[in-house]
Nanobody, 125 residues
Framework: VQLQASGGGLVQAGDSLRLLCAAS????????IGWFRQAPDKEREFVSA????????KYADSVKGRFTISRDNANNTMYLQMNSLRPEDTAVYYC???????????????????WGHGTLVTVSS
């Protein structure tokens, strides 16, 4: 599975952005997908994840109520809608996929086998 994240940019606090994760490869629409982020000098952290059908989702407490994850399996694309952005949301955002037969959502980085290049989100105050 190949993944490519896009949609990052420079915004002001309170603004919104929508990140996209385009997946390609065999059965790429069947993978559990997660979003992670890494701020400068910090560990990469879990943001959100979505199950294969899109009905199951999970969020980090820091983004709950502000971010929404979704997917369009017909187009092999996953989305992260980010509203009410804060300066502390500034980071490189990565999408990742679990192995194709795994159906359980996890917030653990180790649970994801495929990673794309990140997209930078910068939120100014």
């Amino acid at each position: 599975v190949q993944l490519q994240a896009s949609g990052g940019g420079l915004v002001q606090a309170g603004d919104s952005l929508r990140l996209l994760c385009a997946a390609s490869g065999p059965s790429s629409s069947n993978n559990v997908i997660g979003w992670f982020r890494q701020a400068p000098d910090k560990e990469r952290e879990f943001v959100s994840a979505i199950g294969r059908s899109g009905t199951s989702t999970k969020y980090a407490d820091s983004v709950k109520g502000r971010f929404t994850i979704s997917r369009d399996n017909a187009n092999n694309t996953m989305y992260l809608q980010m509203n009410s952005l804060r300066p502390e949301d500034t980071a490189v955002y990565y999408c990742a996929a679990r192995g194709g037969r795994i159906t359980v959502i996890t917030s653990s980085r180790a649970g994801y086998s495929y990673w794309g290049h990140g997209t930078l989100v910068t939120v100014s105050s």
